[in-house]
């Protein structure tokens, strides 16, 4: 990153299509490039094969939840599939303070919540070529059973409708994850040297200019 303009981090919004792989293009970018922190979400989702507390989720009760909405420990949550599914909030306050842009790989009524609070989020929606790519994987994937992979599929097709609210497109093709993680990565790059996220900067150059000119 240029360490001359914006300190600040971004708030990053990725979502898409379930199955789109946007999990896969996460950890790519994590392991990639340095700079950037996850946020691990809170779910009352029962947990999968294979996914571990605090890593992929914390998973907590419908309870549990409840309480953390009313601390106003949440920057944003969402009902997805009968399940709750929330941004704590101290984390990322805490990263975007620190200079490192923050992705949320949230669902789209968490992505306008974001926008509606933090205007500078730049929201990215991942997703395949095509549908029929989309289906597949959700199959290969073997996490779901056939009704939840109806349930997918039939909310992707609502989701659609909502990706010309999001500022950018990252197409995640079949075995082309790098590619897909080196655009995101372009992408918030680019974005740290817009106008309107150094306007220190600006004003540091123009004092100059004007000091040299006298
Ligand atoms: P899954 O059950 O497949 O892990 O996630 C279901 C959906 O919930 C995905 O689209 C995922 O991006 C979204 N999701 C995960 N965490 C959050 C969150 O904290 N807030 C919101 N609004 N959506 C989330």
Known sequence: MNDILNQ????????????AGKGT?????????????????V????????EEEGIHYFFRSREEFQQLIRE?????????????????????????????????????QGAEKVRAKYPD???IFVTPENFDQLRKRLVNRGTETAEQIAGRLKRAAEESVYMKDYDYIA??????????????????Q?????????????????????????
Do not use: W
């Not at 981090?9 to 199955?19: A, E, H, R």
């Not at 779910?43 to 294979?50: I, V």
């Not at 995640?172 to 995101?184: F, L, S, T, Y």
């Not at 150094?198 to 000119?213: L, P, Q, T, V, Y």
């Open 121 to 123: 989020a730049v929201l």
């Open 43 to 50: 779910t009352t989702r029962a947990p999968r094969e294979n």
């Open 171 to 188: 197409v995640n093709m079949d075995g082309a994850v790098e590619e897909c993680v080196d655009r995101i990565h372009d992408i918030l």
């Open 72 to 108: 106003d420990a949440l920057i944003e949550f969402a009902e997805y599939q009968g399940n709750y599914y929330g941004t704590p909030r101290r984390y990322v306050e805490d990263c975007l303070s620190e200079g490192k842009d923050v992705i949320l790989e949230i669902e789209m």
């Open 190 to 214: 680019c974005e740290h040297t817009r106008i309107s996220r150094n306007s220190e900067f600006i004003e540091r150059i123009r004092e100059e200019a004007g000091k040299g000119a006298e």
């Open 25 to 41: 293009v996460m950890k790519r970018l994590m392991e990639k490039y340095s700079g950037y922190a996850l946020s691990v979400s």
């Open 8 to 19: 600040r981090g971004i708030l990053t919004v990725v979502s898409g299509f379930s199955g």
